[in-house]
């Protein structure tokens, strides 16, 4: 993961061992944060509860 820190990377490593790892939080509706959305979907994390 490149971005969210710690958290993102747990999450990653939590959906690789096939949790269904969920993340609530803010981001901005601009191109970094759509990415860092787009990257932790791609990797199984649910970000529907993204604000």
């Known amino acids: 993961v490149q971005g969210g ?7 990653t490593c939590a959906a690789r ?3 269904k790892p969920r993340i609530i939080s803010k981001v901005a ?3 970094q944060g759509r990415a860092l959305m787009e990257e932790l979907e791609a990797e199984g994390v649910d970000t529907s509860s993204f604000v």
């Open 5 to 11: 820190g710690n958290t993102g990377n747990a999450l």
């Open 17 to 19: 061992l096939g949790l």
């Open 29 to 31: 509706n601009d191109p």
